[in-house]
């Protein structure tokens, strides 16, 4: 079965640009994760949405990162007025996390975004 | 939410069983031990997770023992492309808040 998407692969932009990344998770999963990570740093947690809602963002850096789940499929995120650090690679992930249909919070990754910023 | 220490890095052989032990002193009681694999320019991909005593998988063991305070992962046999980051985090397995943390992880080296 397909797994987690993301698009695009590799994102090149200038500093001061607004950028969006796409994510498509496994179907039926109500869990969504987005990661940042650094080279040679493990992934760092940014925002988790269940279903359509954010049930915890407190991973953003600052104000200039959102995201969003409109039909609790599909995520953006969503970088504004980007900045040389915000270079790195963007993970998303889905769960099942759902105890009524036996699947937990084991994560399944996407290939990630790469995010260049000039 | 529980912090985990691992080594920094390890090496081992082709064909030997590596074990690489996560800490975890502050896990909770309905805190899971999942263990993550990462190849380099991919995303992570899950290879276990426990709660208790051992779990087997067609890739690998997890050993937890009775006070839950630490975990090994356990790969039998390894080859080249077991060469990878491990990560080792703790959480509850059903949360409405999942905040994960992953940590610096476990670099594993294979050598022929």
């Known amino acids: 079965g397909a797994g987690v998407s993301q698009t695009p692969s590799n994102k090149v932009t200038e500093k001061g640009k607004y950028v969006e990344l796409r994510c498509d998770p496994i179907?039926?999963?109500?869990?969504l994760y987005w990661y940042r990570q650094s080279l040679g740093q493990g992934p760092e947690f940014l925002i988790y949405?269940?279903?359509?809602?954010?049930?915890?963002d407190s991973g953003l850096p600052n104000d200039r990162f959102f995201a969003v789940r409109p039909e609790g499929s599909v995520s953006t995120l969503k970088i504004q007025r980007t900045e040389r650090g915000d270079s790195a690679m963007y993970l998303c992930?889905?769960?099942?996390?759902?105890?009524?249909?036996?699947?937990?919070?084991?994560?399944?990754f996407g290939p990630g975004t790469r995010l260049t910023v000039l | 939410l529980a912090k985990t220490t691992q080594p920094i890095s390890m090496d081992s052989y082709e064909g030997q069983e590596v074990n690489i032990t996560c800490s975890h002193n502050?896990?909770?009681?309905?805190?899971?031990i999942t263990w993550y694999q990462q190849f380099p320019s991919q995303g992570p991909r899950f290879i276990i997770q426990?709660?208790?005593t051992k779990v087997t998988n067609e890739v690998a063991s997890l050993f937890i023992p009775a006070d839950r305070k630490s975990s090994t992962l356990s790969l039998p046999r390894v080859s080249l492309s077991d060469t990878a980051v491990y990560y080792c985090?703790?959480?509850?397995?059903?949360?409405?808040?999942?905040?994960?943390?992953f940590g610096s992880g476990t670099r594993l080296s294979i050598r022929p």
């Open positions: 949405f269940q279903g359509t809602g954010a049930a915890d």
């Open positions: 985090l703790v959480g509850a397995r059903y949360s409405s808040a999942s905040k994960i943390i």
């Open positions: 992930a889905s769960s099942l996390n759902d105890i009524l249909a036996g699947g937990g919070n084991e994560q399944f």
């Open positions: 179907s039926g999963h109500t869990a």
């Open positions: 426990g709660y208790k």
């Open positions: 502050n896990i909770a009681t309905n805190d899971y």
